[in-house]
């Protein structure tokens, strides 16, 4: 775009001549770009640095500063017992904790895949022409409006075993036979989770996915049409292929979200295995059990999960993000 | 042949509708029936329905009267307002300089920036937690403003960046010919033609710091510091099984209502400021 | 007054080169105009010019100064791009007051009368509250030259002012621009244009690019007259150019010959070459006959009147002997 004509010119021939205009615009970039750059290093990066630290140390939280460096040990130790067999200790040898990465990523993942499909099913809603079109926009607004905690709590309610509009609304129905206490079991709790933050998140996505709608040239369609294609397939040609960019950059936005989720679990279902993830297990930790550097470890190994998976999508997805040097 | 196919057709029109209707349905009942709910006080809570049948302000007014809830709403409006001006004031040069003018490493620093942005937060949670001692704003609204910064900051840049990007140069060629420094240029010339922007990038900004709850049930420790999400998880009754779902619907609702009305005014720009950060291309 | 002189310019763009050394005078005073087809460098050598952009080597200088490195604020230039670049947010006054008050030493009372000034000359007066928005795109492209001249540059730079007008206001506002020019004889202005009537009626001399490179620079009937390329030749003059090659060129000792449309005569018997109609214009004032006769293109013929040729018809015609071009295999004239 033509927004770069106002630069330097790259290096390969690199000018020997440095414009007044140039250099002030070089030396405005760089005192514009400081502070902000400060501003991140301090409240991110030095932070990361300090968490990463700490994993290797045996801190605790009411003695920090004297925390003693130990290496692998809140990773994986190990003590040979008089029998001979080997006893592994640390996160990578603690079951609970692994019990925790895999309910985060079943909870990504489902979640994630149910608001692909159904943020799909609304986007193409609206961006069909009816009328009270923007009524419904409006409408899928509001889960995105309700604060994560407000949600959980409402969600909590209508979830009640006793007086839960859903369990009643079920009976009524039939589909349930007796009163379900939804957030409470093991079996249900996942589902329970799933259900709220589908309802919570999938306007977002939808939101996204119709931005990339809109942008497919109609006169597209209107071939299609006089090819006489059917509407099913025009989906499956047409649409898919064309959104997919809008939808890559949807999902992964939307997973870096769930893998890092708390706030709704650490509300709706406090307390149990089956819904537990890393970051409520890695602050449990931290902050409730006294385990700082074991808590820290997780929160080092949520780290480096979330950026793998993230680097292992954007390589296999081929996702392009707008912006930075075409 | 013409009335199979206005069948068929009407059959159309009345799954689409249906559909139509599910989705308002299910967007809006749960808030719905929390305003419901604020409004039954004793034993109506626990009868269930699905339609208004009784009215009573009383959770409100425990709500706003007793305990520290007021005093909460304020330490958000607090908090939020701040960290939103903050991070504007600091995105604005910024993404003059990451929209405007090339330099080496430019595309790098923006992934970074989109990196911090969508970083998990609990990565850095053990040092920000050190840091925030350190620097004795613990338990303080400083604390949260301060934590805030990881998440409006890099968020603000990126979409301020795409915006500032679609501003035509010719403009701002021609005030360089004028003879406008840089600082000229943004503070009259793309200040007054980003004002929406701004508004839009502030807004989601401000929903973004009013719902956080991670740092604030962290850095925050009593009644009187705490924000609303917080201390809307941690109402609770006299005993564990008596949880007072009416005041904790009225306050929800509390909270809630002015975000609703704020997003379904600026609804047309708070989509545009969402797809900003990276749907083109 | 401002003579500007550029000396083996060269500016890349990453590694391609755009300007690929250029050498050129603009005089004191003067009204210079680059053409030259899309994508040639006609608005980056105006960049260069105005200092928006870089110069990758060579010299720049005004008045015999060299200004390589200068910013454009200092330069005395004013520039008038061709969307018109109005600040959007600003009334028509405060855009053309904008520059003077960024200057230091302008109190209101003079920059007041200095925008009012500019204004008169244009028109404009009346619309000095206004915002842009609330202009045509005649009046906002009178507002942009205005801005320009409250400025009071030396050097007035305009990119294809005209071509987002309509083709009556286009007219009317390249008069303009020529009166302007008449009544602020000592500066200069450097016009670019696709437009060849808008060189020929507005230029003291034009500059032809091509490619990177300057491809002819003179008065508008140097280049009419005595184009130094087949390419000059062709681009300009309307109706284009003919060319003829083969054995009708080898008979003039040419490679190729050119020979404009007006200066060809139709003869009903016999005449030098002759050919099919496979088409005619009529436009009133004159007419166009277009004849098949195995060129390249179709050979145009502009007759002074209505002519009633049909397609089919096979007519003779004659070049005026003084007016034949003759080009060698390089495009380059032959003596
Ligand atoms: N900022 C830039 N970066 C890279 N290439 C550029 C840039 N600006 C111009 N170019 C290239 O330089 C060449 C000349 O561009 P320029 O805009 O000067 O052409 P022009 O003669 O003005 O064409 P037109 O008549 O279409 O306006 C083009 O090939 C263009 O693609
Ligand atoms: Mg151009």
Not at chain 1, 117 to 122: D, E, K, P, Q, R
Not at chain 1, 215 to 243: C, N, R, S
Request: charged fraction near 15%; hydrophobic fraction near 50%.
């Amino acid at each position: 775009m033509a927004t770069d004509t106002l630069a330097p010119s790259a290096a390969v021939t690199a000018p020997k001549i440095k414009s007044e205009l140039m250099q002030q615009r070089a030396r405005a970039a760089r005192i514009f770009l400081v502070p902000m750059l400060i501003a991140l290093a301090v409240v991110a990066g030095w932070p990361l640095i300090r968490s990463i630290y700490f994993s290797f140390t045996d801190a605790s939280l009411s003695n920090l500063d004297g925390a003693q460096w130990i290496g692998f040990g809140n990773y994986l130790r190990w003590t040979t017992l008089d029998s001979g067999a080997v006893r592994y200790r640390g996160l990578l040898a603690d079951p609970a904790w692994w019990n925790a990465v895999w309910n985060t990523v079943r909870f990504a993942f489902i979640s994630v895949s149910f608001e692909a499909v159904l943020g799909m099913i609304v986007a193409l809603v609206l961006n069909a022409e009816f009328r009270g079109r923007g009524l419904v926009r409006a409408a899928i607004l509001i889960p995105w409006a309700i604060p994560t905690i407000v949600s959980a709590r409402m969600w909590s309610w209508m979830l009640n075993d006793q007086f839960g509009i859903l369990n009643d609304l079920g009976m009524r129905l039939g589909l349930l036979s007796q009163k379900v206490a939804w957030t409470a079991t093991a079996d249900t709790a996942m589902t329970a989770v799933l259900v709220v933050d589908i309802w919570k998140t999938t306007p977002f996505m939808a939101l996204l996915i119709l931005a990339g709608l809109q942008m497919i040239p109609k006169d597209i369609y209107e071939a299609a049409e006089i090819d006489g294609v059917h509407p099913i397939k025009q989906f499956w040609k047409i649409t898919l292929p064309l959104v997919r960019p809008a939808l890559m950059v949807a999902i992964i936005f939307r997973l870096l979200d769930a893998l890092r989720i708390f706030d709704l679990i650490y509300v709706l279902t406090p307390n149990s295995s089956a819904t537990k993830t890393m970051s409520v297990m890695a602050r449990e930790n931290l902050f409730d059990f006294d385990k700082f550097s074991y808590g820290s470890a997780m929160s080092t190994m949520l780290f480096l999960i979330i950026a793998l998976l993230t680097i292992l999508y954007i390589w296999l997805g081929q996702v392009r993000f707008d912006g930075g040097d075409r | 042949m013409g009335a199979t196919f206005d069948l068929w057709k009407l059959t159309k029109w009345t799954l689409f509708y249906l559909l139509v209707a599910v989705i308002v349905v299910v967007s809006v009942f749960p808030f719905y029936y929390a305003i419901l709910t604020s409004f039954k006080s004793g034993t109506d809570l626990f009868r269930i329905n699905y339609w208004p049948d009784s009215f009573s302000l009383n959770n409100y007014y425990n709500v706003l009267n007793s305990g520290s809830f007021p005093r909460n709403l304020l330490n958000s409006v607090f908090v939020s307002a701040v960290t939103v001006l903050l991070a504007l004031f600091l995105a604005v040069t910024a993404s003059f300089a990451l929209s405007r003018v090339r330099f080496r490493g430019r595309g790098l620093l923006l992934l970074t920036i989109l990196g911090v942005s969508m970083f998990p937060q609990m990565a850095v949670l053990a040092g920000l937690f050190e840091l925030i001692r350190f620097l004795g704003i613990y338990n303080t609204p400083w604390a949260l403003i301060f934590s805030y910064t990881i998440f409006t900051l890099p968020f603000t840049v990126w979409v301020l960046t795409t915006f500032m990007r679609e501003l035509p140069v010719e403009i701002e060629e021609a005030a360089i010919v004028d003879g406008a420094t840089p600082w000229v240029i943004i503070t009259r010339v793309f200040l007054p033609l980003m004002w929406p922007a701004l508004v839009t990038t502030g807004l989601l900004a401000f929903i973004g710091a009013w719902n956080e709850f991670l740092f604030a049930l962290t850095f925050t420790s009593n009644n009187d510091t705490r924000t609303v999400p917080v201390a809307i998880a941690l109402l609770s009754g006299n005993t564990q099984y008596e949880i007072p779902w009416g005041n904790i619907m009225a306050a929800s609702v509390i909270v809630t209502v002015p975000l609703v009305v704020l997003v379904l005014i600026f609804q047309r720009k708070i989509v545009s400021g969402l797809t900003a950060g990276g749907v083109k291309g | 007054m401002a003579s500007i002189e550029l000396r083996n310019i060269r500016k890349s763009f990453g590694a391609v080169e755009v300007i690929k050394g250029v050498d050129l005078e603009v005089r004191s005073g003067e009204f210079m105009v680059f053409v030259g087809p899309s994508g040639c460098g006609k608005s980056t050598l105006l960049r260069l010019i105005s200092g928006l952009e870089d110069i990758t080597s060579g010299d720049m200088l005004f008045d015999g100064k060299v200004v390589n490195a200068l910013a454009p604020s200092k330069r005395g230039i004013a520039m008038v791009f061709q969307s018109y670049a109005l600040y959007p947010h600003m009334t028509v006054y405060d855009n053309m007051a904008f520059g003077l008050t960024l200057e230091k030493g302008h109190d209101k009372a003079e920059i007041r009368q200095r925008v009012e000034k500019a204004a008169d000359m244009l028109q404009i007066r009346q619309y000095l509250d206004r915002l842009p928005k609330q202009l045509s795109g005649g009046q906002r492209q009178r507002v942009a030259i205005g801005r320009a001249i409250t400025r009071d540059p030396k050097v007035f730079l305009f990119d294809e002012p005209l071509s987002n007008l309509d083709a009556a206001l286009r007219v009317a506002t390249r008069i303009e621009i020529a009166k302007l020019h008449e009544n602020m004889h000592n500066v200069t202005m450097i016009y670019v244009t696709h437009d060849q009537v808008e060189a020929m009626t507005l230029a003291d001399r034009i500059c032809v690019l091509r490619d990177g490179h300057i491809e002819q620079v003179g008065t508008p009937m140097e280049l009419y007259e005595k184009p130094n390329s087949t390419f000059v030749a062709g681009f300009i003059g309307s109706p284009k150019m003919n060319f003829i090659g083969g054995e009708r060129a080898e008979k003039f000792g040419a490679k190729t010959v050119g020979i404009r449309g007006e200066h060809l005569t139709i003869t009903p018997n016999e005449g030098t070459w002759s050919g099919t109609v496979i088409h005619t214009e009529n436009l009133g004032a004159d007419s166009y006959v277009y004849l098949e006769m195995g060129t390249e293109e179709p050979v145009v013929v502009r007759l002074d009147e209505a002519n009633s040729y049909k397609s089919g018809d096979t007519v003779h015609i004659s070049p005026m002997a003084d007016k034949i071009h003759r080009f060698d295999a390089a495009g380059k004239p032959v003596n």
